[in-house]
């Protein structure tokens, strides 16, 4: 699989890293939020990490969602995929919502600094540093 068409979910940890600059973490979410400008409809977020980030930076929020959803999609989620979240085996239940819309998105990888939440998540999880080595020409 060439590395354009794969496709990701970026978790919201991730996406707040970049959005907040949170230091030593922003260069990675940085670099993973590039590679999705430059393929543009090949990384998305979950719906609710779109409230998240209101919820976590509400200044500033509504231009940066603006502008990260001309090139990153939100997969359609409703109740079949919540009630699927709620059926997987993940102890943490906001990853299992990640992980079902990661399925929904039909992505090859979750994008996520907490990996070891997501051992038992239908799709593989990777740090933005995993991601960034992977991607490397």
């Known amino acids: 699989m060439g590395w354009p068409e794969m496709r990701i979910l970026v978790d919201t940890d991730v996406l707040l890293d970049f959005a907040l600059g949170r230091e030593p973490f922003a260069s990675g979410g940085k670099g993973v939020i590039s590679w999705a400008e430059a393929n543009s409809g090949h990384a998305a977020i979950a719906w609710h990490s779109l409230s998240n980030v209101v919820y976590l930076a509400p200044f500033g929020a509504r ?5 990260l959803l001309c090139f990153v999609e939100v997969p359609a989620t409703g109740t079949v995929e919540a009630v699927r979240a709620l059926h997987l085996p993940m102890s943490n239940l906001e990853d299992a919502f990640q992980a079902s819309a990661a399925l929904a998105f ?12 997501y051992r038992h998540s239908p799709v593989p999880a990777i740090t933005p540093e ?3 080595v992977k991607i490397s020409p």
Request: charged share 30%.
């Open 63 to 67: 231009h940066f969602l603006q502008e």
């Open 106 to 117: 039909n992505a090859d990888l979750v994008i996520t600094r907490n990996t070891k939440d």
């Open 130 to 132: 995993e991601f960034l």
